[in-house]
């Protein structure tokens, strides 16, 4: 993938800096824990806010980022500091509905208030930078909405079908050729060039720090059949009205989305890491019933403001405590390195 203008300036930049910086890892000898507190920050969108799981933080301008107290953030880092690993969480700035582009531009919320870009939390000092963005810039509400007429009509979930003239009910065949096809190469084209402006951007204003990139949980099991049963205590399908024929489209295309990100990772100067989620989330989606760690798209979540907010396909308290221990993990193995 060919830089960006913006991008080989950063690149060239932090080269420059770090000739200049004596670029030391974690404190502590190799192939140990480190001993001092290691400088990290969490960015992201709603699958690192945790949005759904309450309570949320509700503190000044950034109360529609609807942050989940207890989001994977949190919990990664107390099992890290279980294990003696101690992270000093200089800021988690994830924010529901985050696009990439949120990462060096502020973000408009609810009712016009603004958050700052995110790469404003990272230091000279940060050594860790951990998050998951992607989905929103890939427009996978679009993509949902284009697939399902309950939800088309639900003004909670932003978004526009990608062609509202197309029926929900030909969504998989729309996506597989024509224009939804043309679409969604041009999303996908975007996301990437997007994912490697944030991690060189982590690179120039971060020098020290390790970057990890999340992927998303897997929604949709390999067998869709699951998906024509409603989770217990459940009346609602856990895809809603999407055709049976779509769900493995949106199974394609969310596997397109991980291996992006994956891509991405791999090749960003200097090195970084991917959390590959959807490989380990197979028997968690959102019709595993019971087993579910993603809470189907109408599914009541613990949100309620008179009336309980829907899930929108996002990871459960099953869900989030996965996602913290992969993230843990893969913290684990990268300060022990």
Request: glycine fraction near 10%.
């Amino acid at each position: 993938m060919t830089k960006s203008p913006v991008a080989r300036r950063l690149a060239a930049a932090a080269v420059a800096l770090g000739s200049c910086l004596a670029l030391a890892g974690p404190a502590g000898s190799a192939g140990a824990a480190p001993a001092d507190p290691v400088p990290t920050v969490f960015f992201g969108d709603s699958y690192t806010a945790n949005f759904g799981i309450a309570p949320f933080n509700q503190d000044g301008d950034r109360a529609f980022c609807f942050q989940a107290k207890e989001n994977y953030p949190t919990v990664a880092t107390r099992r890290l500091a279980d294990k003696g690993i101690t992270l000093d969480v200089q800021s988690d700035v994830s924010c529901g509905g985050a696009l990439v582009q949120h990462f060096w531009q502020e973000q408009e919320l609810l009712g016009g208030m603004k958050v700052p870009p995110q790469q404003d939390a990272l230091k000279q000092d940060t050594q860790l930078a951990v998050g998951s963005m992607g989905g929103n810039t890939l427009g996978f509400n679009r993509i949902l909405k284009q697939c399902s007429d309950e939800l088309r009509g639900h003004p909670l979930l932003p978004g526009e079908p990608v062609d509202g003239d197309e029926p929900a009910s030909k969504c998989g065949e729309f996506f597989e050729s024509g224009d939804g096809k043309q679409w969604l190469d041009g999303q996908f084209e975007h996301v990437g060039w997007d994912l490697e402006e944030l991690l060189d951007r982590i690179g120039y204003f971060a020098p020290d720090a390790k970057r990890v990139l999340v992927g998303y949980p897997r929604l949709v099991p390999e067998d869709t059949t699951k998906c024509l049963t409603a989770a217990p205590g459940q009346t609602k399908l856990p895809f809603a009205d999407i055709p049976k024929d779509a769900l493995p489209v949106l199974d394609q295309i969310q596997r397109r989305l991980n291996d992006t990100m994956k891509k991405a990772a791999t090749d960003a100067e200097g090195g970084a890491d991917f959390v590959d989620l959807y490989a380990r989330t197979g028997g968690n989606t959102a019709c595993d019933g019971a087993d579910r760690g993603v809470g189907g798209l109408l599914e009541d979540s613990q949100l309620d403001f008179g009336a309980k907010l829907p899930w929108y396909a996002h990871p459960n308290d099953k869900g989030r405590d996965i996602q913290a221990a992969q993230v843990a993990d893969k913290v684990e193995q990268i300060l022990n390195r």
